[in-house]
């Protein structure tokens, strides 16, 4: 089985941190997005990829083969950013000779079952549900969990039951049809390709999907959504640092992330707390964040923030002389 992952968005709605890197490299406890995505697929026995890369994509090559030199992998690039459907159509020469596939959009962390997703009889749709389905594609299903009927961003839904961005397809034939159809007689929704339409054309000549659906999806596209995310991460097994001796008159409340060669000192870190390596911080205190690799943050205090790579903070310096009963709020 191929795995085939789209990871060429410009990452909008994260700006200002991903006008210098890609959105799956952003880290979250400890991990780029993306890499706890291949990690997942590699546990469950894929071997080869292909990364569908565009806005920044030497950096996403880059990080790619230093990070996963071993891997299967090929890389095709979208230059243009017309949508899913139109990126998966570029790679199509990629899979023309594959059996199965599995997709997956780069830029979300899902927590399902992956081996028992790969191992669906029939093609499979993973599906989460959700409050309001207006914003994302939805499937239709009936009793038996069947795909009927899928529809991009729908402004009166039929389902609350969300694509959460991956797809396992066995008709592989039909799939690159269906992707060459949209893209090349200009079927178009919300002025781009998307992938929900070639599977729901799919799905009309008769092709079967069941739907499974996962027990978390983050769709990191948010800074809220993000923070929650690495939140979340960080209370698994094996994600949080446990080993916090050497930091300086330091109090560590978990769980938190220390990256390696890490400067801490006269600080309280924590809760939820993911920190790059090679970071220097002093005389802060620092909740329910992400600080980006080589940052340096004296005399601050942080509460649901996240802070870029090579980032320099210095906190306001005040010198007080106050009588009793003096309350002072700095807002």
Not at 163 to 180: C, N, P, S
Not at 189 to 202: G, H, I, K, P, V
């Amino acid at each position: 089985m191929k795995a085939i992952i789209p990871v060429a968005g410009a990452g909008i709605r994260l700006r200002p941190h991903t006008y210098t890197q890609p959105k799956p490299l952003i880290p979250v406890a400890g991990k780029p997005i993306i890499a706890f995505l291949v990690d997942q697929l590699v546990d469950a026995g894929v071997q080869d990829f292909v990364f569908i890369i565009g806005y920044l994509g030497e950096k996403m090559r880059l990080y790619l083969e230093q990070s996963y030199p071993d891997l299967r992998k090929t890389f095709v690039t979208q230059t243009n950013r017309l949508g899913s459907a139109h990126a998966l159509y570029m790679a199509r020469d990629s899979f023309a000779d594959d059996e199965e596939l599995i997709i997956v959009f780069g830029d979300t962390i899902i927590d399902l079952e992956m081996t028992r997703f790969l191992q669906s009889p029939t093609s499979c749709l993973a599906v989460k549900k959700v409050k309001d389905p207006r914003n994302v594609g939805v499937v239709e299903v009936d009793e038996t969990g069947k795909a009927l009927h899928l529809v991009e961003k729908p402004s009166i839904p039929k389902s609350n039951l969300a694509l959460v961005g991956m797809y396992k397809v066995r008709e592989v034939a039909a799939f690159r049809r269906a992707i060459t159809s949209v893209v090349e007689r200009d079927i178009q929704t919300r002025q781009e390709y998307q992938l929900t339409d070639a599977l729901e054309a799919m799905i009309r000549e008769g092709i079967p999907f069941q739907t499974m659906e996962v027990r978390n999806w983050f769709d990191c596209g948010k800074k809220e959504v993000l923070l929650e995310t690495n939140a979340m991460m960080l209370k698994r097994p094996g994600a949080a640092t446990t080993n916090t001796t050497g930091l300086e008159n330091t109090i560590v409340i978990p769980p938190v992330y220390i990256g390696e060669n890490c400067s801490i000192s006269h600080s309280i870190i924590g809760p939820n707390v993911s920190i790059g390596g090679n970071t220097r911080i002093y005389a802060s205190m620092i909740r329910e964040s992400i600080v980006g690799n080589f940052s340096n943050l004296e005399e601050v205090v942080l509460h649901h923030s996240i802070i870029g790579n090579d980032s320099s903070i210095q906190g306001p310096r005040q010198s007080l002389n106050t009588g009793d009963n003096t309350e002072i709020d700095f807002v």
